[in-house]
Structures are given as structure tokens and as C-alpha cells.
């Protein structure tokens, strides 16, 4: 956060966001008094280019430098740690991921990847922990990290479900780490296993199919994997990620430094 002060001591702390909006609007003063607004501690003003910076210590001078742009590359310049730097800086970044270690010849009904589709906010986070966090799910609700190997250019209506954004991961390294493909039972056949016991090990994978009319429980399109754990990136690595659409609001932190570490895959091949 920024502290702003004016001569008459009035006093407003503001995100990297609000100050960068701040600054560029030409005419701002104190929204008290009108008077001139400093920045305690000054603040940094970047190129997302080159990286040349320069610093201000008030709302006036800060926006005479920013006006005034980069002195080397002669393009704007932006609050240092703003999510408008960050987005600008991401925009420039080249860093996509052939999927081809991940695709099988002549076959687009399959590949070796598995994608864990969320939204935008849950994907900010899921950058921040450094991995995803089990849940519980299945039949015998017991926790475990849920992706799809639904392959590239099927995802339409599993990012319905789940959310546009995601992370991919490669089968072998998952199934290493102890990860494998869920199983769907029809309830009759559960019934039978659970009389002789089911494996502690087999639950989190275990799921019901059910196509009774009245009773209709079915999610096998969506080609589920699990993982009865927490999936941390230091241990399985994301291949790459998946973007959705993108807006000013969103975290461009997470956004740009997912993009920077794993790379982005077109999910419209």
C-alpha cells in the first residue's frame, strides 16, 4: 500500500492499482482540500520493455514522468508493482508450449495430458499455494485433486463446468506421484465389492454411474483423473497452462508469473 499525505495533513492509503489510475489522471489533487498529494516513500515508475525506471515523490511529478514515458524506448511507463505494469510486461511475453510431447499420432481422441480447469480466481491462488489442494469427491468422499484428460481442442464443455483457466500435467509424471484414472461402478456392482470390502487405497478413485431415468447420475464424459493428495508444483511440475479469457480485473501477478515459469498451451488447437 502507498501512503498519500497533502500540506493539511490529510492522509489516504492506496493499492499499486489505485495509484497508477491515480496518476494518470491529469487533474489530481486532495479530495479534501485539492491540494498537491505526496507520495510518502516516493513511488517507482517502470518501462514493461526495457525495464528503465524512474522515481517521483509526488502525485504531480509522478505524472509528469510517466508523461513523459521512458527515457530509452520513448513508451509509457507504469507504477512499478501494478497489476496495469504486470499486464502490460505479460502482453510482451512470448513463452507458449508445444503440446507435442503430450500428443499421440493419429489419435485426437487421446493424448498424454491432464488438465485441472478452474476460474480465474481459484487458478491466482492455486499460483500463489504452489499447488493444488484435495477435496473430497467420489463416491466414498475422501479427498483427491481432480483433472481431466479430456484432449486438446474437446475442452468446451468440461470449462463450462469447471472454469476456462487450468493447469496441465503429463500422465507419467502424475501416475509416479501415485495419481490414476477414476473408475465409474454401477450401484449394483458397488454393493457387491463394499459386502467384500473395498481397499482403502481404491476409494478416492471409485465413482457411481447411474443411467436410471429417475436416478440419473453419469459423469464419465468428463474422463476423470485423480490424485489422492495434495498436488504440489515442486513435486509434479504444471507441463503448462491454460488461459482463458482475460480482463483488467483479474490478478496479472499470477497470471504473468504462471505464464513465465510453466508457459501457456492454445487450447484452441
Not at 489533487?29 to 517502470?46: F, H, M, S, W, Y
Not at 504473468?256 to 515459469?261: H, L, M, Y
Request: proline share 5%.
Amino acid at each position: 500500500m502507498y501512503k498519500l499525505f497533502c500540506s493539511n495533513e490529510h492522509v489516504r492509503l492506496v493499492s499499486a492499482n489505485e495509484l497508477h489510475d491515480l496518476i494518470s489522471a491529469v487533474s489530481y489533487g486532495c479530495p479534501k482540500c485539492n491540494g498537491d498529494v505526496a507520495i510518502e516513500d516516493g513511488v517507482g515508475l517502470t518501462c514493461p520493455y526495457c525495464g528503465e525506471s524512474a522515481g517521483a515523490e509526488t502525485i504531480k511529478v509522478a505524472y509528469e514522468v510517466m508523461d513523459k514515458g521512458c527515457p530509452v524506448c520513448r513508451t509509457p511507463l507504469y507504477v512499478s508493482d501494478s497489476n496495469q505494469h504486470v499486464k502490460e510486461v505479460w502482453e510482451h511475453l512470448t513463452n507458449e508450449v508445444c503440446p507435442h510431447p503430450l500428443i499421440r499420432n493419429q489419435r485426437i481422441d487421446y493424448w498424454e495430458g491432464l488438465v485441472h480447469f478452474c476460474s480465474s480466481d481459484e487458478f491466482s491462488s492455486i499460483y500463489y499455494t504452489g499447488g493444488i489442494l484435495a477435496s473430497e469427491t467420489g463416491y466414498f468422499g475422501k479427498p483427491a485433486v481432480c483433472l481431466t484428460e479430456a484432449p486438446l481442442g474437446t475442452w468446451g464443455e468440461v470449462k463450462k463446468a469447471h472454469g476456462d483457466f487450468g493447469f496441465v500435467f503429463d500422465k507419467r509424471t502424475f501416475m509416479k506421484h501415485g495419481g490414476a484414472p477414476a473408475f465409474y461402478m454401477p450401484e449394483s456392482l458397488i454393493v457387491v465389492q463394499k459386502a467384500k470390502g473395498f481397499a482403502e487405497e481404491l476409494k478416492p478413485f471409485v465413482n457411481l454411474v447411474r443411467r436410471d431415468n429417475s436416478k440419473y447420475y453419469d459423469f464419465r464424459h468428463e474422463r476423470e483423473w485423480r490424485l489422492p493428495k495434495n498436488l504440489f508444483f515442486n513435486e509434479i511440475a504444471p507441463f503448462a497452462v491454460v488461459l482463458g479469457d482475460l480482463t483488467d480485473e483479474m490478478d496479472w501477478h499470477a497470471i504473468a508469473g504462471a505464464v513465465v515459469n510453466f508457459g501457456t498451451i492454445d487450447n484452441t488447437k
